[in-house]
């Protein structure tokens, strides 16, 4: 079996060499590929993938990134790319769709409120006016990138001036605006991680004093968590509507117990909760990678 890690970093990355050697572990020929550089033909030879000048020859791959994208033309290509393979019969994970519904927060969250999976109150706007509103029904929200992660470029906003001068600069630079109530939880937020149709793992991750985002990134701790069958009901369900192989799904705790689903990502890092877990993510991903080539 051929299986490709793939991802734009020139060269692997650390949770893409630990995919590429868990492969190796379960005998599967592993190899790495940069997705600028794969190319998908198709005419009257039929669907052919190639990387370079090189035709490949794949039965599953994982997409770990799909680069920083600088123009909607990438994206298509880059998304298209994972479905001509789809339609070649190449198992991707995450799939195409789940690329396309996950990827951007104002998709992902819109389809999990309508499927009734608890999100913070959101509105996405180009309008400044809508967002000023917002902070003053609200009192607090949060104003994050549509696409964004690791917790950069979201503000913590409570005062409508701010929030008028922060909307109208990205109005400006023709960025939308994702205006979002903000949850009062308590200095940590949940992070469930996904494989197949299961949890594989959970870990707490605790926000440095008197800070409120909780990203590793952002100097976050991470602890074991315990899932409830509420929160597994949750999670299951964002899964299923975001069509996802595997999956990091933050969770926020609300003050009156509830849960509220920040995000799912769709490819997400381990690190944080691998060591408060033990859990290795890499190893069950692969296997089940493996698993869904065989069928
Ligand atoms: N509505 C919110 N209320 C409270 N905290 C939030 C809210 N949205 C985001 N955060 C905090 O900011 C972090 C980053 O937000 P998130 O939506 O997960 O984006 P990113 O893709 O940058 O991780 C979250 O893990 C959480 O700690
Ligand atoms: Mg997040």
């Known amino acids: 079996m051929n299986v490709g890690v793939v991802h734009e970093a020139p060269r692997p990355t650390k949770s893409s060499m630990e995919l590429l050697k868990a492969f190796q572990e379960l005998g599967v020929n592993a190899k790495y590929y940069r997705i600028s550089r794969l190319s998908g033909a198709f005419g ?20 770990r990134s799909l680069g920083s ?15 001509e393979m789809e339609l070649k019969g190449i198992v991707v994970v995450n799939p195409s ?51 964004g992660s690791l917790g950069f470029g979201s503000v913590k906003v409570n005062d409508p001036d701010i929030a008028y001068r922060v909307a109208k ?41 008197g800070q409120w985002k909780t990203n590793v990134a952002q100097g976050a701790i991470t602890k074991p968590a315990r899932v409830d069958g509420v929160l597994e009901d949750i999670v299951l369900r964002v899964v ?45 991903i692969a296997r089940h990678v493996v698993e869904l080539a065989r069928r």
Not at 44 to 63: C, M, W
Not at 125 to 130: G, S
Not at 181 to 202: M, N, Q, S
């Open 169 to 209: 600069t990205l109005l400006s630079l023709g960025h939308p605006v994702y205006v979002q109530r903000y949850i009062e939880k308590p200095g940590r937020d949940i992070r469930v991680f996904t494989v197949g149709k299961r949890i594989l793992a959970a870990a707490y991750r605790i926000a440095p004093p």
């Open 44 to 63: 009257e030879k039929g669907l052919t993938i190639r990387y370079g000048k090189h035709v490949v020859h794949l039965d599953a791959i994982v997409v």
């Open 69 to 83: 994208i600088m123009t909607t033309e990438q994206l298509l290509k880059r998304i298209g790319l994972l479905r």
């Open 240 to 284: 299923e509507v975001l069509s996802l192989e595997y999956a990091g799904i933050d969770v926020a705790e609300a003050p009156n117990g509830g849960y509220y689903v920040l995000e799912a990502n769709v490819a997400p890092l381990w690190e944080g909760l691998a060591k408060a877990t033990g859990v290795n993510p890499a190893k069950a």
């Open 97 to 147: 769709e789940a690329f396309i519904k996950a990827r951007d927060k104002y998709t992902s969250l819109l389809l999990l409120s309508k499927n009734k999976v608890p999100v913070p109150d959101t509105i996405v706007t180009e309008d400044v006016h809508v967002v000023v509103d917002a902070v003053k029904e609200w009192g607090t929200v949060v104003i994050k990138p549509i696409i």
